[in-house]
C-alpha cells in the first residue's frame, strides 16, 4: 500500500502488536462476562439492572484503567482516574435507589451496591488482576444467592413471629 495507508496505520493504532491485541481483547471481554455473570443473577432475581447494565459498566471501567496505561500515565495518575470512575459509578448508584414515600422503606440499595462492585470487578481487571476480579465475582456470587435467600429466611422468620 502506498504513504496514505501507513498514515493511516501511525494514527489509529494504538494497538502495536497482535500480541497487545489480544491482552487488550481477553481483559475487555473478561471484564464484560464477569460483569455479565454478576448482571445475569440481578436479572434472574427480577431487579432493574440486569445483565446488560452490569456488562457495560465492568467494561466501561476496565476501559478506564486500559487507555490510561496504555498512553503510559503514571500509578498517581492512574489512581487519580480510578477515583473519578468510583465517584462517577457512586452517582450511577443513587440513581438506582428509591425510597417510598409511603413506606418506611428504601429499594435498590443492593442494585446500587452490586453495580458498585462491577465497576471494581472492571478496574481490576483492567489492571491485569484478573484473579482477582475472579475471586471478587465468586464472592458476590455466593452473597447475592446463598446470602439473600438466608436474609428472605430471616425476614419470614421475624414475619412470623410478631403475628
Do not use: Y
Not at 472492571?122 to 484473579?131: D, H, M, N, Y
Amino acid at each position: 500500500m502506498g504513504s496514505w495507508w501507513d498514515e493511516v496505520v501511525a494514527n489509529f493504532s494504538d494497538l502495536p502488536s497482535a500480541e497487545f491485541v489480544v491482552r487488550i481483547a481477553l481483559r475487555l471481554s473478561m471484564a464484560a462476562l464477569l460483569g455479565g455473570a454478576l448482571g445475569f443473577e440481578r436479572k434472574w432475581a427480577g431487579k432493574s439492572a440486569g445483565l446488560r447494565t452490569h456488562m457495560l459498566v465492568s467494561l466501561g471501567s476496565a476501559l478506564f484503567v486500559v487507555v490510561p496505561q496504555q498512553a503510559g500515565v503514571s500509578s498517581a495518575e492512574l489512581s487519580r482516574v480510578i477515583q473519578g470512575v468510583v465517584s462517577g459509578m457512586g452517582f450511577i448508584g443513587a440513581g438506582a435507589i428509591l425510597k417510598r414515600s409511603d413506606e418506611e422503606e428504601v429499594k435498590g440499595l443492593t442494585t446500587a451496591a452490586g453495580l458498585w462492585l462491577t465497576c471494581a470487578i472492571g478496574v481490576a481487571v483492567g489492571l491485569g488482576r484478573e484473579a482477582t476480579a475472579l475471586l471478587g465475582t465468586m464472592l458476590a456470587l455466593l452473597i447475592l444467592t446463598a446470602v439473600g435467600r438466608v436474609s428472605s429466611w430471616l425476614e419470614d422468620e421475624k414475619r412470623g413471629g410478631l403475628e
